[in-house]
């Protein structure tokens, strides 16, 4: 530190200087006139004595020896100063009821009448603050210590800093912003033309309908990686992979679909509408049974230059085996995930894949906590441990030994990335068939929370009884406390992050809530459980935090029955299709309500919610042994832990 970081001041915020001061008064004084006020509160100056009724203000220069009286009324006492222009360093030195001050040292403004800070200070001690380039640090009591003089920039509460936390510049066709913390600047951010989006010259940032700023943190975006997922092979050449996109916005969404660097496909989606999309399954990802392998260029990238909604359907027709998946848009993803699968089953594995969107993302993969096995490849060993370096669209596919079980592995990236979670083929619970494939998006752990309400859905064709469910309950912190509303008689006390507990075939509804983030997934049973028709699908559910007003979602005709089941606080109203939503049924005294409202297959599949109150969505339909189950939409606000 220099010497000048032992230079201690007497003043307020803001307020000039001392040598600051001196240049003042000399100008003032060159008019023939000065009048004297401090940087007092706004509740008054109290630095007087409270019987002076008029005083005269004396200054002396040593410039000419020049003496200036100024009358002033109120309570400004008598200061006489002397200021030296000789040197580096100029002097004031000031009286007052015959007390003389070298601003130089510390002065107590709680004690003294010549402060010039207001009294009691306006910054906390320790807090540092900005003032023409230099970090001054407060002591509480309205003085303050030059820290530094910056040769850059200062920034308040952090000083001399490389650049300002948040300011942004232009390079090319991508913004560069500092960061938190000054001393550097975040990854570029691409301003995407094919999303409608350029770089402003004048804030540095993306700006467009599509930029961060313009999205904000949900399930609606303009940059989606669809990645295909392992599948039962005998079913891929027969079916359709798919995605359904829908545009949120008043103004045609015109989409561009590639995959690496080729295209693969344009279309454009009408205002407040779905359009489904099919494209080619990618055999890397969808055939065979293991091992776990890195797919170059694996995922597809849609790209819109209007705000949508994406969802993928593995396959789209309905058939025996299907399940589909809510996409989260680019600027949802984070590096930190833990993961919901299913258990290795007869010859088939479960699985989760993780999808880059940068080059030279360094993914770090940790197994499950009860030493699950993984079958190793893709730089993952056979415990589920491994660091991984993807590029943009590739894809790590990690799939299980026999006898393993992903639930509970974590994935952490030092950039963003995307995690699926699922099957390729199961029963659920094991022993009662048949099986059908599993898949659903990991949220984000940032985004995760520590309250859920949990129902099943209806069975088939009596829709007036519910159809029994299995849920998983994974921790993300150690020493994870559950509380079920009502008690599921299972185990309340995870003492490892990555651990779970499961809640056997129920068709119980309930509030679980923890002290710590959790994450919760819900697998619809097997047709020959006897609840109606259907086989697995899974879910994973929606923190009562990230729930929306409004929803746009697609649920493709040709099920035997398509279902929207809705969670409200109690006495919410809600609309589908613009039709009030009734028979809402209160879940205990959790003080939230659901409904089960059957879709009209008549139309194009596609539907609106809308709400007078936050409310949660699932959609799912099913058929002879066969069904898809997908969260219809939530926020991804960012949760503090």
Known sequence: MSLNALTRRSRSPRCSSPDRVSSALITALSLGALALAGCGDSEGDTRGSD????????????????????????????????????????????TSSSTTVDPSTTVDPSTSSTSTGSTGGSCEDGEIICEDGEALVCDGMGGFELLEVCDTECADGLGCVLCIPGEASCEGESSVVCNDQGDGFDDPVECDPVQGVSCNPDSGYCEGACSPQSLGLSYIGCDYYPTVTQQLDSYVGGSQYAVAVANTT????NVTITRGPN??????????????????????????????KVAVDGAYRLRSDRPVTVYQYNPLAANVTNDASLMLPVNAWTGNYVVAAWPYWAAYPGFYSVTAKADNTTVTITGPTQNQTTQAGGGVDASGNGVVMLNEGDVLQVVSGNGGDQTGAFVNADKPVQVLGGH???????????????????????????????????????DQLAKAQVIRVVATAPDTQLTFEPDQGVNTNLAQAGNFVEIPMTTNSFKVSSNNKILVAQYMVGQQANFGTSDPAMLVAVATEQYRTNYLFHAP?????????????????????????????????????????????????????????????????????????????????????
């Open 424 to 462: 390729d083929c199961t029963q659920v619970p094991i022993g009662v068939a048949a099986c059908d494939h599993l898949e659903e998006s990991m949220f984000p752990i940032e985004t995760l929370a520590t309250e859920y309400i949990v129902v099943p859905p209806v069975q088939v064709p009596n």
């Open 51 to 94: 019987s002076d009724a008029s005083t005269s203000t004396t200054l002396t220069t040593s410039a000419g020896s020049q003496t200036s009286t100024a009358g002033s009324s109120g309570s400004n006492p008598t200061m006489t100063g002397t200021v030296g222009d000789t040197g580096s360093t100029t002097g004031v030195t000031a």
């Open 557 to 641: 005709v040709g099920w035997s029955g398509n279902y929207v089941d809705i969670i409200a606080p109690d006495g919410a109203g809600a609309t589908v299709d613009g039709m009030d939503v009734q028979g809402f049924t209160p879940i205990g005294a959790t003080g939230f309500s659901v409904a089960h409202v059957k879709l009209s297959n008549n139309g194009d599949g596609n539907h609106e919610v809308l709400s007078n109150s936050k409310i949660g969505i699932s959609v799912y339909g099913v058929l002879n042994y066969g069904s898809y189950w997908y969260p219809g939409g939530l926020d991804l606000a960012l949760i503090p832990e």
């Open 263 to 292: 295209p693969v496909t344009n279309v454009m989606v009408q205002p407040n509408s779905v359009q489904v999309v099919t494209l080619p399954w990618v055999n890397e990802l969808v055939l065979g049974t293991g091992p776990s």
């Open 250 to 253: 008043a103004e045609v969404a």
